[in-house]
Nanobody, 127 residues
Framework: QVQLVESGGGLVQAGESLRLSCAAS????????MGWFRQAPGKEREFVSG????????YYADSVKGRFTISRDTAKNTVYLQMNSLKPEDTAVYYC????????????????????WGQGTQVTVSS
């Protein structure tokens, strides 16, 4: 089991940027495919971005493609989500998740595919 702690959320205006961090402890993130999800009030948790266990593959939801970038730093055991050109519809609680993937290349998009979750960080984008 890996413990995940998100940080970096906040209140920004539309068009601005934020970088979320997900610090892992207990195990190395190189053992996991990692993902970012978000959940807005009254809505289901949705996939935002993911990175494979090898780090070589990434995938994005259409709604964030071209604006968000996922990355990881194995030395710091941390995954990042760089969010640019933020929009009010990006407002949500953002969660980091880890999947104990056998495959080194797969990126997982469904919440039930993930084993461990962080507590979330709030992102609010004002218009």
């Amino acid at each position: 089991q890996v413990q995940l702690v998100e940080s970096g959320g906040g209140l920004v205006q539309a068009g601005e940027s934020l970088r979320l961090s997900c610090a892992a402890s207990g195990r190395t993130i190189s053992s996991y495919a990692m993902g970012w999800f978000r959940q807005a009030p009254g809505k289901e948790r949705e996939f935002v971005s993911g990175i494979s266990r090898s780090g070589g593959n990434t995938y994005y939801a259409d709604s964030v493609k071209g604006r968000f970038t996922i990355s990881r730093d194995t030395a710091k055991n941390t995954v990042y989500l760089q969010m640019n050109s933020l929009k009010p519809e990006d407002t949500a609680v953002y969660y980091c998740a880890a999947c104990a993937s056998v495959s080194g290349r797969m990126v997982y998009t469904r919440p039930r595919q993930y084993d461990d979750w962080g507590q979330g960080t709030q992102v609010t984008v004002s218009s």
